[in-house]
Nanobody, 123 residues
Framework: QFQLAESGGDLVQPGGSLRLACVGSELTFNSYAIGWFRQAPGQVREGVSCIGPGGETTAYATSVKGRFTISKDIAGNAVYLQMNSLQPKDTGTYYC????????????????WGKGTLVTVSL
């Protein structure tokens, strides 16, 4: 069964940076669009960023534009989320997800979810 595994979550101070990684268990990983979603305590899960299967097209939530960058390592079956200028409002569990297309990813039409990695932004 196709699985996704996230890593890189940590406690970081406001203004700091983190890089999250999402690794797929199968070679078919590169046929999927991959997205990052996050859920803060007591809040609804929201989309953060999506990248197309080939890694050429990307999309970002308004709240993270200019601070977060998504990228895809085709050879390594991995997608990364570089997060800079982190703020307390970025705190939450970050989930990696696979969709058929980048547009599906943006709509939240997800085929496979990872289990999440916790990001805490605090002094």
């Amino acid at each position: 069964q196709f699985q996704l595994a996230e890593s890189g979550g940590d406690l970081v101070q406001p203004g700091g940076s983190l890089r999250l990684a999402c690794v797929g268990s199968e070679l078919t990983f590169n046929s999927y669009a991959i997205g990052w979603f996050r859920q803060a305590p007591g809040q609804v899960r929201e989309g953060v960023s999506c990248i197309g299967p080939g890694g050429e097209t990307t999309a970002y939530a308004t709240s993270v534009k200019g601070r977060f960058t998504i990228s895809k390592d085709i050879a390594g079956n991995a997608v990364y989320l570089q997060m800079n200028s982190l703020q307390p409002k970025d705190t939450g569990t970050y989930y990696c997800a696979a969709a058929e297309t980048r547009r599906d990813c943006e709509r939240g039409e997800i085929k496979v979810w990872g289990k999440g990695t916790l990001v805490t932004v605090s002094l």
